[in-house]
């Protein structure tokens, strides 16, 4: 047995749930186990880090909350994605529960982050983005115009837009965290009652992001990005009985 695991399972068993977390995710990181990988039994844990068995339960459901841990009730306990949907739902959350009634306050902060983000990842876009990656850009703002004349929602098809627009960038975290905040805008905007923008306004917004990228024209592109979330701004800020 190694001196560090000794020390740890001379601990007091008295230790805070939060500091029993801390221990179980340095437990995963020392071992590398990845995403999938089986965490040790109850038991081990006990052992390991010295603590009673409620004192790994409490920390195992805790960590469980935030995609850390998935515990498969009759199969075990194993590592999680460590996904960014416990954000969102705090997020969430933080809107909705804004004192201001609508949550346009709160709803007004992220997204001016996401704004941030974005103005800032489009200039790396337009260095980097070929012919090919803009055409399924196109074709996607085409799908928007068609579904649109169709009388066919665009949220979706907004989404992949974006999740495209940043995929030359191949940073896996990109998507993971304007997903967030998009899942965040779309449940409030379903909880306020919100009404999209008028598909035309949507598709040419969008269409003006890829003429600037095919244009090379950085402050173009950027321009085209703040216009498209001054869209996304004034619907969110409308109280819900102007919205339409």
């Known amino acids: 047995m190694s001196q560090a695991t000794g020390d740890r399972r001379r601990r007091p068993e008295r230790r805070g749930s939060g500091r029993v ?16 990988a089986p965490l040790p039994t109850e038991t081990e844990l006990m052992a390991d880090l010295g603590v009673s068995r409620n004192s790994v339960r409490e ?7 935030l995609d850390i841990v998935d515990i498969r009730h009759g199969y075990g306990t194993y590592v999680g994605q460590a996904s960014l949907d416990p954000l969102a739902d705090g997020l969430t959350f933080r809107t909705l529960a804004r004192s201001d ?51 066919e929602p665009l949220p979706e098809l907004d989404r992949e837009f974006h999740e495209l627009l940043y995929a030359p960038l191949g940073n896996a975290f990109v998507p993971q ?43 173009a592109a950027q321009r085209a990005m703040t216009d498209h979330f001054r869209g996304i701004e004034s619907r969110a800020t409308r109280k819900p009985d102007e919205a339409g």
Request: proline fraction near 2%; avoid cysteine.
């Open 59 to 65: 920390a195992l459901k805790a960590l469980q909350a």
């Open 177 to 219: 965290l304007l997903g967030a905040f998009w899942t965040v805008f779309s449940r409030v905007a379903g909880a306020r009652g919100w009404t999209d923008d008028p598909a035309e306004l949507t598709v040419r917004r969008h269409r003006a992001i890829v003429t600037a990228l095919r244009a090379r024209d950085v402050t």
């Open 21 to 36: 977390q801390h221990d179980v995710m340095q437990l995963i990181l020392d071992r590398g186990l990845g995403p999938g």
């Open 101 to 151: 009634d609508t949550g346009t306050g709160a709803l007004a902060e992220i997204l001016q982050v996401r704004e941030v983000l974005e103005e800032g990842l489009i200039r790396r876009v337009a260095a980097v983005s070929t012919e090919a990656e803009l055409d399924l850009l196109a074709a996607v703002v085409d799908r928007m115009e068609a579904a649109g004349r169709a009388g």
